[in-house]
């Protein structure tokens, strides 16, 4: 078990307080899977329809997406449901190849339940405002059933200057998947990113 907290405002309020700004919501995604096969059984399909809703909502293309927090459970059944619905959003977007990190913070710190969707919002905010992408450790090759390679994932296995985009900021999918098939995707942007030079 665990406990996450944060502050989410108005980015119009907190600017106007002066808050230290994280990261910004840029869309939100949700679906249900409906009736289901058990309390604990993930469907592809539902999750990918929480991702797409999430890149409409925000009005981008899941191709200027550079990191994906995965919920990333680590159990064989749940992460190959889970890369299903990722690969398909994303393929949608790009042919393109192996240009997305992917992590979990749970190889970190364990799944903590009802409050592993804030801790993967912590991790991708923070690794937003540090400009980096952050390691997912504890792996050595990932399951051949997920067939990464042929995707627009890679695990990053060591922490990494984020380099930022010419054309877009640096933004961040994040997923959080619970009982009975509730599904639900951010997208997260950095936050005052006016410049499109290289840096970090």
């Known amino acids: 078990e665990g406990l996450g907290m944060v502050v989410l405002k108005r980015l ?6 002066g808050d230290r700004i994280y990261a ?3 869309g939100v995604g949700t679906a249900s899977d409906g009736k289901g ?6 469907v592809s399909h539902g999750q990918a329809r929480a991702l797409r809703r999430a890149y409409e909502n925000a009005e981008i ?5 550079e990191l994906v927090e995965a919920h990333g459970t680590g159990t064989k059944v749940g992460d ?4 299903e619905g990722l690969k398909s959003v994303y393929a949608e977007a790009s042919a393109d190849k192996q240009w997305c990190a992917l992590g979990s913070v749970k190889s970190q710190i364990g799944h903590t339940k009802a409050a592993a969707g804030s801790a993967g919002l912590i991790k991708a905010a923070f690794a937003l405002h540090q400009k980096v992408l952050p390691p997912t450790i504890n792996i050595t090759r990932p399951n ?3 067939g990464i390679e042929e995707s627009a994932f890679y695990l990053n296995t060591v922490s990494r200057p984020w380099v930022s985009h010419p054309d877009h900021p640096r933004r961040a ?10 599904n639900f995707h951010l997208v997260l942007e950095e936050y005052g990113s006016k410049r499109r030079e290289i840096g970090w």
């Open 12 to 17: 119009a309020d907190a600017e106007a307080d």
């Open 24 to 26: 910004v919501i840029r």
């Open 37 to 42: 096969g058990a309390v604990y059984a993930p």
């Open 61 to 65: 293309s899941p191709r200027t997406v």
């Open 80 to 83: 190959v449901v889970e890369f």
């Open 144 to 146: 051949p059933k997920l």
């Open 173 to 182: 999918g994040l997923s959080s998947f619970g009982f009975g098939g509730s």
